[in-house]
């Protein structure tokens, strides 16, 4: 395996620390993980705790940078991620998923390496129609992902680490540009009915003003309410993508995912069907 860089060390040995309820040790630049493992025998950890650690500073990913800023960031993350200890080497876990995901949450794979995926919503007319149906009055929360990222990484020959990563990106910026939208649509009405308020302004200044102000309070007061709208609807999804991932993570811990039922047999059954 390769080495881990001293900016994972720290993390790994503390994560390791928190499992284990000791402390952790100097790490150096560079050192591997036999080595690693070798360092926390010296200081009192468990080995279990230590290789569960690393698997989990391995399944992080870096993912390309997106666009940022002030309004964005207010909105929240651009990444919802789950994950979680469970039993199952890295390709049975992912073999489940892979068989599970296009029949129940109609998601297409557009890569896979022995211990990571990426999926994407399904976008043609098919999975358009399943997704706004809807199943047993459940939502499909992972509609609106740019795309979802799972890794499992061994931590020994029976345990790895799972994880979720869900991209909204997209969803986030959506929120944005529609209230751009909404603030560039009232100024535009606010210039148009300027036009007779100048020449009104002529006559009655007064008049005119008081107008003005009112229509600039008007337009700013939509807009305020579009952004609070939108913002409460953008966190209410990212609400339902962390447990839709949460359920993910308790049905693969459980091994339900290889017997549940695909969406189309659960509509065959009727809506009361498990």
Known sequence: M?????????????????????????PGESISEARLVEIAKEVG???????????????????TPEEAGGALSSLGPSVVSAQRTMQGTPEQLLRNLEAFLPRNEFMVAVRRTPERMVWEPRRDPLGNFFRSLGSGGRRFDLVRLDQLVISATKIDETRSVLRFDAVVHGARKSVRNATLGTAAGMLLIMFVAAIPLVFLSLAVPQVAVVALALMATISAGVTWFSWRALSKQFRGMVGRVQQRLEYLLDETQQGRLEAAPSLLDRMLKGPGSP
């Open 2 to 26: 390769s080495d881990l860089p001293r900016t994972a060390l720290e993390r790994v040995l503390a994560r390791a620390s928190e499992l284990q309820n000791t402390s952790t040790t100097e």
């Open 45 to 63: 950890l468990d080995v279990q705790h230590v290789r569960q650690a690393i698997a989990e500073e391995r399944a992080q990913i870096s993912l």
